[in-house]
């Protein structure tokens, strides 16, 4: 139900923004890129020295941009969808040789870019700040042919980022960008770490207007 009230709020957040006056382009783009997860150890660590094991995975996902006449800002909103693994010896020595864990996690953000003076050849380099509000799913471990999951939980974040939107063709845009990534600041319950990662993300963007 939350991840519904989330979709539909971004959606009314676009069409609000197209409909009002202030619209001047729409754009929609798909893709997505490498997210390396850089902490805390708790997650980075080798299997064997107690840790998850992650580190980087693929991410794929879509965004939605409103360009406004006359001012810098664009506002955004995008779902993006994460899965980590990490697998390695065993840190019990009483358990089965191997473990594996996994786990995803479904981003809603919404936020804005700010855009500096477009470069010659079709190059506009932005900044980003997004709020993230994440679902995480079931926690798996693996071990000894024996698989035990532990249920998802959704924590707020924040992403800051910066990047560039390359022109390729009338209409059709490649957004670049690079950007830092806290999964649970907001919500955490006692004794739980911080997920961090850096995403390197590539999106193929559409004008719709």
Known sequence: MKKIKLILFIGAFLI???????????????????????????????????????????????????DLPLVPITPRAFVLYHKFNGSGENPV???PPDVEYSQSIFSLG?????????????VDPYVALDVM????GDFT???GGVETKTSGKSRTGIGIGAGAEVTILPKVNVDISAS????????KESGEKTLSAINLDLFFMFSLL
């Not at 409909?19 to 980075?44: D, H, K, P, R």
């Not at 509000?133 to 995480?136: E, K, L, P």
């Open 16 to 66: 609000f923004l197209s409909s009002n006056g202030f619209a001047q382009l729409i754009s929609i783009g798909v893709g997505g890129g490498l997210t390396q997860v850089t902490g805390s150890e708790e997650y980075t660590n080798e299997v064997s020295g107690g840790g998850l094991g992650y580190s980087a995975e693929y991410n794929f996902g879509a965004i939605g941009k409103v």
């Open 93 to 95: 020595d009483a358990g």
């Open 110 to 122: 919404v936020g804005a870019s700010y855009n500096f003076i477009p470069i010659p050849a079709g």
């Open 133 to 136: 509000f994440n679902s995480f």
């Open 141 to 143: 471990v693996k071990s």
């Open 180 to 187: 830092y990534r806290m999964f649970n600041l907001i919500g």
